[in-house]
């Protein structure tokens, strides 16, 4: 079983700040698997970021998804008072067939 | 646009059964993988099950082998998790998401707003 390890736990900015989220893997994972959500208080997690790097519909070009293999990165460039949210990464693979979620990174207004 | 609602969620003993629903519109629900996804409170995302689009192929995390299962009526457009042998530890908020692809693992891009199971004596 892969497991993700987001990191930090916490980060605490300031809007207009960059934000940098960590993804890390215990063994190498498909790229083309990779995502990365955004869950804001009491609503249902929604998808930023797909096969690594590619943005889903309607998501702002501030936010951004890299990495390769068992490191993995989400960058918004610019903090948005609506970007105050917990993020997490998943990841699918095929042996066996299985989703896992990181544990999520929670961005704070510092 | 897309929608998808869930249902069944509610109060259970430990041992007891349900079964979750999910009303798909908006989209040709027959040409996409859906899986169930839990909300422990205050904790993070655990994706439960996955079905593919035909129904062919169903998975299960570890943690529900046994107990759920995953089945979905394309006629209906409508995804199911019957849950037995329900456990304290099942308590959550159960979510269904609809994958980008027919099969598994291309990214949930729409989320049911979730329906609340608590197993409690």
């Known amino acids: 079983e892969i497991v993700l390890t987001q990191s930090p736990g916490t980060l605490s900015l300031s809007p207009g700040e960059r934000a940098t989220l960590s993804c890390r893997a215990s063994q190498s994972v498909s790229s083309s698997y990779l995502a990365w959500y955004q869950q804001r208080p009491g609503q249902a997690p929604r998808l930023l970021i797909y096969s690594g790097s590619s943005r889903a519909t309607g998501i702002p070009d501030r936010f951004s998804g890299s990495g390769s293999g068992t490191d993995f990165t989400l960058t918004i460039s610019r903090l948005e008072p609506e970007d105050f949210a917990v993020y997490y990464c998943q990841q699918y693979g095929s042996s066996p067939p299985e989703f896992t979620f990181g544990g999520g990174t929670k961005v704070e207004i510092k | 646009e897309v929608q998808l609602v869930e249902s069944g969620g509610g109060l259970v003993q430990p041992g007891g059964s349900l079964r979750l629903s999910c009303a798909a519109s908006?989209?040709?629900?027959?040409?996409?993988?859906m899986s169930w996804v839990r909300q422990a409170p205050g904790k993070g995302l655990e994706w439960v099950s996955d079905?593919?689009?035909?129904?062919?192929?169903?998975n299960y995390a570890n943690s529900v082998k046994g107990r759920f299962t995953i089945s979905r009526d394309n006629s209906k457009n409508t995804l199911y998790l019957q849950m037995n042998s329900l456990r304290a530890e099942d308590t959550a908020v159960y979510y269904c998401a609809k994958d980008r692809g027919g099969g598994s693992g291309w990214g949930f891009d729409y989320w049911g707003q979730g329906t609340l199971v608590t197993v409690s004596s």
């Open positions: 079905i593919r689009s035909n129904g062919g192929t169903t």
């Open positions: 908006g989209l040709t629900f027959s040409n996409y993988a």
